[in-house]
């Protein structure tokens, strides 16, 4: 742990930087920790030595390391408040926010890049943690039908399905009836064989449709990415941009990221922390969601080291509690 003193600098600095993006000297820091700029530099100095701080370059003032950042972050007493026009921002989008999940979680991504002006990223939920809220087949045409599958996490799965023939309106209702009293509240994984109703068309019908669902695959979380292009505003190096975003384009890689960053019981992956080497210069904070209380998916914003972390988790935070609060009500 660090002493008071050199704590106060190390803080100073880190702040500095985020909103300068420059190096920092003992100038800029004496009069917010209210001692000497000849103390201020020797503890920086010190700070050095322990890896908290570096120099770019002699001369100039230091910059945090990943060290320096990581200690930043871990003495948080509180993360940020929204301000004002944000936290009405995020209200207003909430009471607003109606169709498909997908859309939303879309949405969602864009509203999260919009409060924290990073790249935002939305992990969807996997249908196998969800139960199967309503089922309804359709007829399109007198050979073609439409099965419509509503989740409890707010997705929407819909399969198109050839039918026999006699494929009538009432036939079709039986169908419905009969998927819904043997699928409703259950997930995909805990679906077995449909009992058989006695009409050889209503039976055909619904196993066609049960295959169609069926045919969903496990763990294919959707990602929606809000904001991508302020990447090119976060980094100098054109080669380090055209590195993140292919890591962006890379969904596997992403879920994955997420999900290993919060199993190790982290709201904030620093650098090296995320453990992928292209985004060495990057910060992700990251959080889940829920639906009736079981984690359904996260949310997370990727941005540079330097990134206002205060701000960032509390835009997470904010965002992921009243996503999970508008799954779970519907």
């Given at each position: 742990?660090?002493?008071?003193r ?11 930087y ?8 003992s100038?800029h ?7 000497s700029s000849?103390?201020v530099?020797?503890e920086?100095v010190?700070l ?5 701080l ?15 950042y990581?200690?930043?972050v871990?003495?948080?007493t509180?993360p940020g408040h929204?301000r ?5 921002q995020?209200?207003h989008f909430?009471e ?7 859309e ?7 509203l ?8 935002a ?11 199967i809220?309503s ?6 045409s007198?050979t ?5 599958v509503?989740f409890s996490n707010g ?10 023939e ?5 036939r079709?209702a039986?169908?419905?009836a ?5 699928l ?14 006695g ?11 049960l ?10 979380e ?10 090119a505003?976060?980094f100098?190096?054109?080669e380090?941009v055209?590195?993140?975003l ?6 596997y ?13 982290l709201?904030?992956a ?11 210069e990057?910060?992700?904070v990251v959080a889940?969601?829920e ?11 990727l ?17 992921s ?5 508008h799954l779970?009500?519907?």
């Amino acid at each position: 742990m660090l002493d008071e003193r050199k704590a106060a600098i190390l803080r100073a600095v880190v702040e500095e930087y985020i909103e300068t993006a420059q190096p920092v000297g003992s100038g800029h820091i004496a009069p917010v920790v209210n001692v000497s700029s000849a103390t201020v530099r020797n503890e920086m100095v010190a700070l050095e030595q322990e890896g908290y701080l570096q120099q770019p370059h002699t001369s100039a003032g230091r910059v945090p390391t990943e060290k320096g950042y990581r200690y930043f972050v871990d003495t948080l007493t509180a993360p940020g408040h929204l301000r004002g026009a944000q936290a009405q921002q995020v209200r207003h989008f909430f009471e607003k926010a109606h169709g498909e999940l997908e859309e939303m979680l879309d949405a969602t991504s864009r509203l999260l890049s919009d409060l924290t002006e990073h790249t935002a990223v939305v992990i969807g939920p996997p249908h196998e943690v969800a139960t199967i809220r309503s089922v309804n087949v359709v007829g399109l045409s007198d050979t073609l039908g439409l099965v419509v599958v509503v989740f409890s996490n707010g997705a929407v799965d819909k399969h198109t399905l050839e039918l026999p023939e006699g494929a009538s309106p009432d036939r079709l209702a039986a169908t419905t009836a009969h998927l819904s009293a043997h699928l409703t509240g259950k997930s995909i994984g805990a679906i077995g064989p449909l009992p058989a109703t006695g009409d050889e068309r209503t039976d055909a019908i619904s196993n066609a449709a049960l295959a169609a669902l069926q045919e969903q695959p496990e763990g294919d979380e959707q990602v929606f990415v809000g904001g991508a292009s302020r990447m090119a505003l976060a980094f100098d190096a054109v080669e380090t941009v055209r590195k993140v975003l292919g890591i962006l384009e890379q969904q596997y890689v992403v879920v994955t990221v997420l999900r290993d960053v919060l199993d190790r019981g982290l709201q904030v992956a620093i650098g090296s922390e995320t453990g992928l080497p292209p985004l060495a210069e990057c910060s992700l904070v990251v959080a889940p969601y829920e639906v009736e209380g079981e984690q359904a998916g996260s949310i997370g914003v990727l941005g540079p080291t330097r990134m206002n972390y205060p701000q960032a988790l509390a835009a997470v935070a904010v965002v992921s509690k009243r996503l999970s609060k508008h799954l779970t009500e519907g």
